[in-house]
């Protein structure tokens, strides 16, 4: 029988002094026999967190570490790069890992070179004058609401490559949205989970297939901290599940002056099964998903509760977090002691939404064996029966076949909702009307505010320095003087912006190769033909990137439909074109990565080896790297499916001109001098006819125009007539399509309309909440005793343009009030087909009650244009505290007799 005393470390392998890395130092005692010393559990029965030994003078760096402010601020993100810019690259640009491990000898190297001291200074000051919003647009434009709090929930936020919470475009949008309301001043606090594995790290076979690894993530070395409470220790939250309790600890991630916090269930008071809630990210069968959007919503909801938080708006980006709408109902009834209706009235209020998937496939539905086997004491709880509960994530709500879908639970349960396009927009009025049945299409209450990327966080360091010069600072945060700064593109010499984006694009082809060549050893592939990465991309030659998910929509290989046009381009020594590809496939999409499948045996083919590259494991920093160096941004979806899309974006910056589809963000930013369109926005019914067509579209564009005008040259060798259109891209793009322009619509259309309304509503008590409530309800009771029973005008004929046309309607009031009604002509041109096409509205205004008891209501329309137009009547509700009538589903229409 022996004792043993163990100490023991989780990162050993990266251990070089003890007083300096950043660690969680676990001591276990273990007590085995002989027979059992082959089997030591490592399980410790204390821990504890070793800080870093810096010296007095570099003591700010830690603090900057822990503030992802570095990662969209050059100076700040240079400090670190200078202390030792190889161990900056081997922690994947984790600062607080860096600190640790950087050696005793080099830190006092650094506090004798008084250069570097003078820059850490000058960098404590940038530092903690960012911290100040005083001066922001937030606080200097709604300073009213400067002291409220809005709350961002998502399923991933992609802020920095070392902290892999993110798997691609919701993520990095999300990460975005953060460091722009920071920038902005917003006071705003972001909740999502925290993954023990994250997404998936990729790497590809010997075949071209892909394959995936799951690494852990050591939380305690990278810049996030766990929440503490009055006692020192981490604070947690508990959320029930069916039989038991969990229990998630909050970590936070400071970006800037916005907090984000993550919830973490990899803890030892939650069983194995549990604790496994918080592996992956979109990992699992869908009960993992529902347990994961339970803990978000829910456990977000109580995180919030819990840190002293009381949030005025709550956004859900996307419906992974949709539950926190039912988690605040029950928290306002056990507050207020009101019912479920008359706290939905408050919760609806104060619930912003953003879909963001535009085909049914993409939005989470849960069967109803499943949602009774997780909610079937929660929603006892809320006082609703079955039917009531299921109801409100259905289409129809009576439907009991039906799945829960969040998205409709988000759209039922919030008071304002968007679209990520102005064609997402219409794609989902079109595709979720049926959720408010009898609403005509352009009525269906969601709205459109495009997305945009966070420009600081993705310009080069290069193209950043030339926008100082000629634009000026205020391109990073002016708020109100975008559309003007940006005009001063065309000030920028082209000699300078062309010798920038050169340097870009020789720093991408250097990357590839390095990156490439990795891959090959990692393949277990000859020596001689790993040497032969060196030779592979021209530094000077177009290039054309392509890189998102690979999911089948997305069409990455409708470039191979015609291999013989591709290898005529890739072979033409006098107007060299190469191409880099990168991205990822959902672990369970087979069709996705037989696309990567195809493009490998592609590139392998000898006329394609040394002029197109597959970059494996697609990140940021991948991302980083191709939007900043490449000449083209190639986008192929099927339209409608791409929602948004924000990487053409990210390129346009970095000077890059965008050859896509017209879906999207494309859709409405692309013109004759901001890029090209692949076909002119058609939709064909047959999918693999749109293929052919739109993939002989492309090589056109490609052979005629793009390549021609890239290689056009004046006396000088610079491409002017390109460079001119980089110029109209940068200064088209660049102020609309940012998240600056994106959170302050945010704000001004979602947050703070939401903010204004469930001020009124949570009045006395959530009195004017409670009497909202008892109206829906009485009028909903009420609404089939309501009739129009005539519509008539003036005369029917010889009408002009400009001629007025008098219109009354009556009506049968059954036990409804006129007060409680809102009457509208709906009128317009007729199609075709003698439907009303861009329809108008007027009012109606109530005129008197008719001897048989009726009601008679009258309006007028001006005759506009000619040709045959036609009207109806519609009827909808009115109250002061709705700010949206077509969400009540309820409306009611004229009839042709």
């Known amino acids: 029988m022996v004792f043993l005393l163990i100490v023991y470390y989780d990162n050993v392998e990266k251990i070089l002094r003890v007083d300096l890395f950043f660690l969680h130092l676990q001591l276990l005692i273990v007590y085995c026999s002989a027979s059992e010393s082959e089997t030591i559990m490592t399980r410790p029965i204390l821990s504890y967190t070793v800080a870093p030994s810096i010296p007095q003078e570099l003591q700010c760096l830690q603090a900057i570490a822990y503030n992802l402010l570095w990662v969209w601020d050059h100076e700040l993100l240079e400090l670190f790069m200078r202390i030792d810019l190889d161990l900056w690259e081997r922690t994947n640009h984790n600062p607080v890992q860096m600190l640790g491990m950087i050696k005793q000898e080099r830190l006092n190297t650094l506090v004798r070179d008084d250069a ?54 919701l993520g990095i949008l999300s990460g975005d949205h953060l460091k722009a309301a920071s920038d902005l001043g917003l006071p705003l606090v972001g909740v999502g989970l925290l993954y023990q594995q994250g997404y998936f790290r990729q790497y590809l076979n010997a075949d071209g297939w892909q394959q995936e690894r799951n690494p852990e993530n050591d939380f305690y070395g990278l810049p996030l901290k766990p929440a503490l409470d009055s006692e020192g220790k981490p604070r947690t939250i508990t959320v029930d599940f069916p039989g038991r309790q969990i229990i998630a600890q909050i970590w936070q991630v400071q970006v800037g002056r916005v907090m984000l916090n993550l919830l973490d269930t990899n803890i030892p008071q939650n069983s194995q099964e549990d604790q496994d809630i918080t592996d992956q990210l979109y990992g699992g069968d869908r009960e993992m998903r529902m347990k994961q959007e339970i803990l ?36 306002l009834m056990q507050e207020f002691h009101v019912t479920f209706a008359e706290a939905r009235e408050q919760t609806i209020a104060s619930t912003v939404f953003t879909t963001h998937t535009p085909v049914p496939a993409g939005n989470d539905y849960f069967d109803p064996n499943l949602m009774e086997k997780y909610f079937g004491r929660y929603y ?22 039906e799945s829960f879908c969040m998205t409709i639970l988000a759209f039922k349960m919030s008071g304002r909702s968007n679209g990520v396009s102005k064609l997402h927009g219409k794609v989902s009025r079109e595709m979720w009307k049926n ?54 593109v065309h000030q920028i010499p082209d000699e300078e912006l062309w010798r920038t984006h050169e340097r870009r694009r020789e720093r991408l082809v250097a990357f590839a190769r390095n990156r490439l060549r990795t891959q090959l050893e990692a393949r277990g592939t000859a020596p001689s033909e790993v040497a032969q990465a060196n030779e592979i991309l021209r530094p000077e030659a177009l290039t054309i990137g392509f890189s998102r998910r690979f999911a089948t929509y997305k069409r990455s290989t409708l470039l191979l439909r015609n291999p013989e046009r591709l290898i005529k381009i890739l072979t033409n020594k006098e107007q060299p074109v190469q191409f880099i590809f990168a991205g990822k496939a959902h672990p369970n999409d087979n069709p996705g990565k037989e696309l990567i499948r195809q493009i490998i045996h592609f590139e392998r083919r000898p006329e394609a080896r040394r002029r197109m590259v597959f970059i494996e494991d697609y990140d940021i920093v991948v991302a980083r790297y191709l939007v900043q160096g490449v000449d083209v941004w190639l986008n192929t979806p099927l339209r409608p499916m791409e929602a948004s899309g924000t990487s053409g974006m990210k390129a346009t910056l970095n000077g890059a001109i965008n050859v896509s589809i017209l879906d999207g963000w494309w859709a409405e930013a692309c013109n004759a001098n901001t890029g090209w369109a692949i076909g002119r926005g058609e939709e064909y019914r047959d999918e693999e006819y749109q293929n052919e067509v739109e993939s002989n579209a492309l090589f056109d564009l490609l052979e005629k125009e793009i390549i ?36 302050r619509q945010y704000a001004e259309e979602m947050y703070l309309p939401a903010l204004h309304r469930a001020e009124i509503l949570s009045k006395d008590n959530l009195e004017h909440a409670k009497q909202l409530a008892a109206w829906k309800q009485n009028l909903r009771t009420n609404w089939s005793t309501l009739k129009i029973l005539d519509v008539k005008n003036e005369k029917h004929d010889g009408f002009k343009v400009g001629d007025p046309c008098v219109i009354n309607a009556w009506l049968d009031l059954g036990k409804c009030k006129s007060d409680d009604i809102s009457v509208e002509i709906f009128y317009g041109p007729l199609d075709a087909n003698g439907d009303i096409e861009s329809p108008k509205t007027s009012p109606m205004q109530y005129l008197k009650q008719a001897e048989n008891g009726s009601h008679e209501f009258t309006g007028t329309i001006k005759l506009e244009t000619s040709g045959r137009i036609g009207h109806t009547v519609r009827i909808l509700p009115k109250h002061p505290d709705i700010d949206n009538p077509f969400r009540e589903g309820l409306i009611l229409w004229a009839q042709k007799k």
């Not at 606080?139 to 002291?147: D, I, N, P, R, V």
């Not at 829910?298 to 980006?317: C, D, E, T």
């Not at 634009?471 to 708020?479: C, I, K, S, T, V």
């Not at 001119?724 to 959170?743: D, F, L």
Request: with cysteine; proline share 5%.
């Open 708 to 743: 021609p005008l890239f290689y056009n040259r004046t006396t000088d060798d610079l491409p002017r007539p390109w460079i001119a259109k980089m110029k109209s891209a940068m200064r088209a793009i660049g102020p609309e399509y940012n998240t600056n322009r994106m959170v």
């Open 380 to 401: 006892k709880e809320l006082g609703l029966s079955a039917i009531e509960f299921h109801g409100l994530g259905r289409e129809n709500p009576n439907n009991a076949a």
């Open 116 to 169: 570097f001291l003078v820059q850490v200074e000058r960098g404590r000051r940038r530092f903690s004058d960012y911290q100040d919003a005083g001066s922001s647009w937030f606080h200097k434009t709604h300073s009213e609401a400067k002291s409220e709090c809005f709350a961002y929930f998502s399923a991933e936020f992609g802020l920095t490559e070392c902290l892999q919470n993110y798997s691609g475009g």
């Open 435 to 488: 959720v408010w049945p009898g609403v005509p299409g352009e009525d269906v209450p969601i709205i459109s505010i495009t997305n945009g990327v966070h420009a600081p966080s993705w310009i080069s360091r290069d193209m950043a320095e030339l926008l100082d010069r000629y634009l000026g600072p205020g391109w990073r945060e002016d708020a109100g003087q975008q559309y003007g700064l940006w005009g001063r």
């Open 296 to 331: 978000l919503g829910i456990g977000g909801y109580r995180a919030l509760k819990a840190l002293g938080l009381k949030p005025a708006v709550y956004h859900l980006n996307e419906g992974h977090s949709s539950f926190l709408t039912l988690e605040h109902c029950r928290d």
